[in-house]
């Protein structure tokens, strides 16, 4: 029952698989919470838990959470990664695209960190994944840039409520990382693409990461496992770029 333990909502896939995977390798139980049932196999398998989850339900956290806590006793991190991406001009956003957006990038993660918080009795780490799109705006994604930015105001706003008890909350803010499913939002006909994804994105790395490459999902990963961790004590209230200088700050 001393295991430490971590929930990963969309962690089955994408930037969340290679996180529950950093995770599972650093020692950690996962608890994996996401709408499409199944769960990684291979090395890891006997480090991770499915559950069933719609991150847009308060009460899907709540049950991560109490899984978490009746396996392994305890629950040291929540990591709210679930979400999506989808470029859309202003004039074609109608309420149903607007609610499943807000609804799965914000209102999600504040049910996570509100399910995170009443079962974290020691201290602990709450980290959001956010996005460089929570910190400057762009054309056609008026509703992501919306979701982000409100996740990024969620995690300073809670780490100043809950740091009293130990409780740290940071957010995570990847620049684009080309996973199957930004490669498919990137199809859309209002993303700046073009209808050549990979083209974009290694022209975008060329034309504005200082390191002239964009970071890869293993990268995101190590960062939310170093906020998880005792290495990161001092550090909270933080949206930290992982973006190979892209937006530096």
């Not at 709540?62 to 396996?71: F, H, R």
């Not at 209002?190 to 209808?195: E, F, I, L, R």
């Not at 490459?213 to 293993?218: E, F, N, Q, T, V």
């Amino acid at each position: 029952m001393s295991e430490k333990t971590v929930v990963v909502t969309g962690g089955n896939r994408g930037i969340g698989l290679m996180i529950t995977e950093a995770f599972a390798l650093a020692g950690y139980a996962v608890i994996v919470g996401a709408r499409r049932e199944s769960a990684p196999g291979g090395r890891f398998r006997d480090q991770v838990t499915f559950v069933k989850a719609d991150v847009r339900q308060e009460k899907a956290h709540q049950a991560l959470v109490e899984c978490a806590l009746e396996k392994f006793g305890r629950l040291d991190a929540y990591v709210n990664n679930a979400g999506f991406s989808e470029w859309r001009p202003i004039g074609e956003i109608d309420e149903a695209f607007f609610d499943d957006m807000i609804g799965t990038n914000l209102k999600g993660a504040f049910w996570g960190c509100k399910a995170a918080v009443r079962a974290m009795r020691d201290g602990g780490s709450i980290i959001n994944l956010s996005s460089i799109a929570g910190k400057r705006g762009s054309a056609n994604n008026s509703a992501y840039c919306a979701s982000k930015f409100g996740m990024n105001g969620l995690t300073q706003a809670l780490a100043k409520e809950v740091g009293p008890r130990g409780i740290r909350v940071n957010a995570v803010c990847p620049v684009l990382v080309p996973t199957e499913g930004l490669i498919q939002a990137l199809k859309g006909p209002h993303s700046p693409a073009k209808g050549d994804p990979r083209a974009f994105i290694s022209q975008f790395a060329n034309d504005n990461a200082a390191l002239k490459r964009l970071p890869d999902g293993s990268e995101v990963a190590a960062m939310c496992v170093f906020l998880a961790s005792e290495a990161a004590s001092a550090v909270t209230g933080q949206c930290i770029n992982v973006d190979c200088g892209v937006f530096p700050q």
